[in-house]
């Protein structure tokens, strides 16, 4: 039952390194999203993919890139982290944008 | 600008009663309404949704109410229970053509269930 699975769980990074975080979904999910939550504010989107071989750009998206691998994987990439990055990554999948987002357990980036 | 707005930052009540969590927006464009769960160290679980087409969705002990007039959304859960205490988020959905292809959120408002 493993639904939206996340890795890693947390990371350090020093500003200027580079990273990729990886996101997959067992459940056939047509869309993949990924959204970043700071102290004190609500989830943000960052990019989303509403099917294998798209994206497109959310709310917050300089700084990161994604790539849609197949139907099951979504992931992440940092080029050169900066501490204005440092955040609770979360990866969701859904049906389609008009179903409940399912969502991973977060990654926890601290870029120092 | 925030979109989507909790503005109550915690609340407390005690076991047995009703919890009443509010959101507001100010979208015209969202037509999908959801509630989500979080407790810490987890991702958001999905609670209860809604959608513009309806004013009113119940789930168990969890319902969800929507005013599009004053764009304004709440759950009531009753009776509320320990296990309830988590963080709540009130996200909404604009459909295709209303933007980004992704859920805004609001957030979020703290739930203390107090024996």
């Known amino acids: 039952n493993a639904g939206v699975t996340q890795t890693p769980k947390f990371q350090v990074l020093k500003t200027g390194q580079s990273m990729t975080l990886q996101c997959a979904q067992d459940m056939n999910h047509n869309s993949m999203y990924w959204y970043r939550q700071d102290p004190g504010m609500g989830l943000r989107l960052i990019y989303y993919s509403a099917s294998e071989g798209t994206t497109d750009k959310g709310e917050v998206p300089n700084g990161y890139n994604v790539s849609r691998l197949n139907k099951r994987e979504f992931s992440l990439r940092l080029e050169s982290a900066a501490p204005s990055q440092t955040s609770v990554y979360f990866c969701?999948?859904?049906?389609?944008?008009?179903?409940?987002?399912?969502f991973g357990d977060g990654t926890r980036l601290s870029i120092l | 600008d925030q979109q989507v707005k909790q503005n109550s930052p915690s609340l407390s009540v005690q076991e047995g009663r009703i919890s009443i969590l509010n959101c507001d927006y100010t979208n015209s464009m969202f037509d999908y309404f959801l509630w989500y769960k979080k407790y810490p160290a987890e991702g958001p679980t999905f609670l209860i949704s809604?959608?513009?087409?309806?004013d009113k969705n119940e789930d168990g002990r969890f319902t969800v109410f929507l005013n599009k007039s004053a764009k304004h959304l709440s759950l009531h859960i009753v009776p509320s229970q320990p296990g309830d205490s988590a963080v709540y988020f009130c996200a909404a959905y604009a459909g295709a053509g209303g933007g980004a292809d992704g859920l805004t959120f609001g957030k979020g408002t703290h739930l203390i269930i107090q024996p």
């Open positions: 809604i959608s513009s087409i309806k």
């Open positions: 969701a999948s859904s049906d389609d944008g008009n179903q409940p987002q399912h």
